[in-house]
């Protein structure tokens, strides 16, 4: 029996919320054939994660997988939800529960909330509309810090006027603060969207106070977009973090295996450090255009900068540098600036590298080496000493004489 896939979404008291989650899990268990998948909530709604956990647990050999349904990294995905996780393993001694990724700015999920906006916006032109874009709010800093990162995509993205970000709850500014924002700013026409997924009562609050502040300002116009919903978009993120989240016993590695002949193509190294300089390295021997973006390199880097060989650009990371590129190693020291590099290269449909967090790239780099005329490479599953360990017993295998006839 496969791994269950519990989904672990919110919850909510709106009926028209929570059976578009269910539509979503039906969604995603068309992506996932033979996979049982359970949809828990965190509160307002049944079951709970924890009870949804304790029955796939029982069914499905002691295993599951969860993915939050979340698009920031607020307090469930931080505390509530591993809470919820401990107590199930807890009733159900000897069992094991992988924790995928939240959500987060997923291109594709991006790509939605523009479909949306653009519905909403109808027939008025982009560069004379504002977006008002609104999060749920939470007590923790980087899930709001994240929000605006996404409202700022959408304005280089969109060719907007403007977007204006704003909250529900929590923190601030609120939703009508921001509509009094953007109209100080000259916007008469605004389209208003709530950053979350299903319906439920900030859908309402949205609407209701996009019309009071509708009404008290008659020379503007204010259209609501709908919320992201149960789309093919979603269930196709949430199937992917379930496959990238799979214990490594469940099978081989999610990779498809494929030689890439980068030769004459443009090829990005972001980092100078002995990671980027072993791949810049090996790139330039594959006849690859090689530029390295970092402030400072090492030696071996600046030698083949020296010769002619590749591109060294003393300098920070720019969003342009992607343009035009085939593949991208992302491997400097800051998480964040190889997060926005993956990021940028999934919206640019080029493949990428990150060398600090596997899964968060479009690529993983084998464990490679040369005997006997043939190139060995090794994919494993999130185990770097069990691949290399593959990788060197093939060699071995393959450096043996041939027997003698």
């Not at 499905?60 to 698009?71: D, E, Q, T």
């Not at 594709?108 to 109808?122: D, H, K, N, W, Y």
């Not at 980027?276 to 083949?304: D, H, K």
Request: charged fraction near 25%; glycine fraction near 10%; aromatic fraction near 6%.
């Amino acid at each position: 029996m496969s791994v269950p896939l519990i989904i672990a979404a919110h919850g909510t008291r709106v009926g028209e919320g929570v059976a578009q989650c269910e539509e979503l899990a039906g969604l995603v268990a068309e992506r996932l054939p033979g996979v049982p998948v359970t949809v828990g909530y965190v509160e307002l709604a049944q079951p709970t994660i924890t009870d949804a956990l304790v029955a796939s647990l029982a069914d499905g050999g002691r295993r599951a997988v969860v993915v939050p349904l979340m698009l920031g990294t607020g307090g469930h995905v931080r505390s509530d939800i591993p809470q919820f996780i401990a107590e199930a393993t807890a009733r159900v001694p000897g069992s094991r529960v992988e924790y995928a990724r939240h959500l987060g700015p997923e291109p594709r999920l991006i790509e939605a909330v523009e479909a949306r906006l653009t519905e909403a916006a109808g027939e008025w032109e982009p560069s004379e509309t504002t977006v008002v874009f609104v999060g749920r709010g939470a007590l923790v800093p980087e899930a709001n810090a994240d929000h605006l990162r996404v409202a700022r995509l959408l304005f280089e993205r969109g060719g907007w006027a403007d977007v204006e970000s704003a909250f529900i709850q929590v923190t601030r500014p609120s939703l009508p603060e921001a509509l009094d924002r953007a109209y100080a700013h000259g916007a008469r026409r605004i389209v208003v969207m709530g950053h979350w997924l299903f319906a439920g009562r900030l859908k309402g609050w949205t609407r209701e106070q996009a019309a009071e502040w509708q009404g008290a300002h008659p020379d503007a116009e204010v259209r609501v977009a709908d919320v992201i919903g149960a789309c093919a978009a979603l269930a196709d993120v949430v199937a992917e973090r379930y496959r990238e989240t799979l214990p490594v016993s469940e099978g081989g590695s999610p990779a498809y295996l494929a030689g890439l002949m980068l030769g004459g193509r443009d090829v990005l190294v972001v980092g100078g450090g002995k990671v980027a300089s072993r791949r810049a390295s090996r790139l330039v021997e594959s006849g690859a255009r090689v530029r390295v973006v970092a402030p400072s390199v090492t030696r071996a880097v600046e030698a083949l900068a020296d010769a002619g060989r590749l591109t060294w650009l003393a300098r920070e990371f720019d969003d342009a540098d992607l343009d035009g590129t085939w593949y991208v190693m992302a491997a400097t020291d800051s998480p964040e600036v190889n997060a926005r590099v993956a990021e940028g290269a999934e919206l640019r449909h080029t493949f990428c590298v990150r060398a600090d967090d596997a899964r968060g790239g479009s690529a993983w780099t084998p464990a490679t080496a040369e005997v006997r005329g043939v190139t060995v490479g090794v994919v494993g599953n999130r185990e770097p000493r069990r691949t290399r360990d593959v990788r060197d017993a093939i060699v071995a295998a393959l450096s043996e004489p041939d027997p003698t006839p």
